[in-house]
Nanobody, 119 residues
Framework: QVQLVESGGGLVQPGGSLSLSCAAS????????MGWYRQAPGEQRELVAA???????DYADSVKGRFTISRDNAENTVYLQMNSLTPEDTAVYYC?????????????WGQGTHVTVSS
């Protein structure tokens, strides 16, 4: 089994910054992609940012230029630095881990951490 432990999040004023981290542990054999998704009330879960093992990054258009994802392969940890936050960034943020073993893909989710942007 794989565990994802998220930290960070909280309440921040518009224009502020927050940093999230997610550490993976357990039966980790081959991480393909680590990333962050978010889900606002009444909305579907959406990709925020992801970084595959190749090191390239993928961002939602709404966060490009404001958020930065990074990954520490040695520690199986992924980070999300969020700057210039707006109320539209308010959501529950979920860490995501994808591992691949041949034809089989394994997907894991963190428990979610709340990010609230409000004055």
């Amino acid at each position: 089994q794989v565990q994802l432990v998220e930290s960070g999040g909280g309440l921040v004023q518009p224009g502020g910054s927050l940093s999230l981290s997610c550490a993976a542990s357990g039966s980790i054999f081959s991480i393909n992609t680590m990333g962050w998704y978010r889900q606002a009330p009444g909305e579907q879960r959406e990709l925020v940012a992801a970084v595959p093992s190749s090191g390239s990054t993928d961002y939602a258009d709404s966060v490009k230029g404001r958020f930065t994802i990074s990954r520490d392969n040695a520690e199986n940890t992924v980070y999300l630095q969020m700057n210039s936050l707006t109320p539209e960034d308010t959501a529950v943020y979920y860490c995501n881990l994808v591992m691949v073993n041949g034809p089989t893909k394994y997907i894991y989710w963190g428990q979610g951490t709340h990010v609230t942007v409000s004055s």
